[in-house]
């Protein structure tokens, strides 16, 4: 298996993070530069379908993009530690954790960056009210994430799962926003330092 | 168990259709009004931890939202016929897919609405620069959703998955942004007919 892999781009360190969490250390790690457009490459295109980072070449046959489907299917082959639930009850609740993460924070976030940061203006038609609207909705959603971290030592279990991945990752691209968590969310950033203290989360970063 | 719905909105209309794909006709499905703010109330979020329909009491001590994580879990309990995945391979697929049609379509159609039409300023700030941005988004993903119609049957596999409901159910929702696909798309067009031809199409509409 090959990685097709970013160091720039958010949503690669998902898989990177995920590896590092399972020990996974047996896949190739193949960069893709994004800003010389290596990505909208006919031959990267013929592999993935998309241009899009990052992407797992499963086999000569198939090769799938999109983080989270990349993550489920690694842990098919590599279960421990376990990271999208034992069972389906857990399975649905880490699910419902990592979409909230996703829908809530790491696309608002992203879109924040997209839209303001002056490296991407060559990458996006920045519209400065998307910036904005995003910028609003992922600040709305602290509130909710802090209560639950009040709650639970992680976003979705006792332990981490790949909804603390997602929602960290974003965290920590949102500083190219100047986006910060204010410090009266005192659950999210006792959960954001533990998260970034963790060995995994310096893989490829 | 019993399902929260809303006969309103674009994503309950996932797990309604799902559940009609399936013929799951023992869960009591109880209307929730989101214009009179059912959804907001001190009982509903203490059940679900949040504002949003559709939710699945699964029992008294679990209830989760989020339509992906609903359909997964009920096809724990309702293998056939197979909506996310036979095996790891093709649960990947799948998921890959069914990210797609969400990101590129759902979302934006979603978003073009809700910051569009003007029975849903109730519920948001409308910002009309979101609203044509999002419906960009959407217009350029046609393209590429018709290329891999006219590939493959369906948009993840030989047979109808998640994937399509959630691609069906966002053009069905778009109409009220007056978005419809053009008749060059033809893949797009023949799929999206064979979608609303479906009995399981009508649940609940």
Redesign the interface.
């Known amino acids: 298996m090959k990685l097709y892999d970013s160091r720039r781009a958010p949503n690669p360190r998902r898989v990177r993070w995920f590896m590092a969490e399972k020990g996974i250390e047996n896949i190739e790690v193949i960069d893709v530069d994004l800003f010389k457009g290596e990505h909208r490459e006919a031959g990267y295109l013929a592999k993935t ?2 241009a899009n980072v990052p992407a797992l070449e ?1 086999d000569d046959d ?1 090769t ?3 983080s ?3 993550c ?2 690694l842990e ?2 590599y279960s421990e530690p376990n990271m999208f639930g034992r069972d ?2 857990e ?3 880490i ?2 954790w990592t ?2 993460a996703e ?1 809530l924070l790491a ?1 608002p976030l992203m879109m924040t960056v997209r839209h303001s940061h002056p490296a991407l203006a060559a990458l996006e038609t920045q ?1 400065p ?2 910036a904005e ?1 995003n910028r609003g909705s992922a600040t709305k959603a602290l509130k ?1 994430f802090d209560r ?1 971290l009040g709650e639970s030592p992680f976003i979705a279990a006792e332990r981490v799962t790949i909804a603390d991945i997602v929602a960290a990752i974003s965290f920590d691209f949102a500083k190219m926003a100047r986006f910060a968590i204010p410090e009266e969310f005192e659950n999210l950033i006792r959960w954001r330092t533990e998260m970034l203290d963790r060995p995994a989360a310096k893989a490829g970063v």
């Open positions: 379908g998309a499963i198939l799938i993009t999109e989270l489907a990349i489920r299917y098919s082959l389906p009850r399975t649905a609740v699910e419902m979409r909230r829908m696309t519209v009210e998307v609207n909710f639950r």
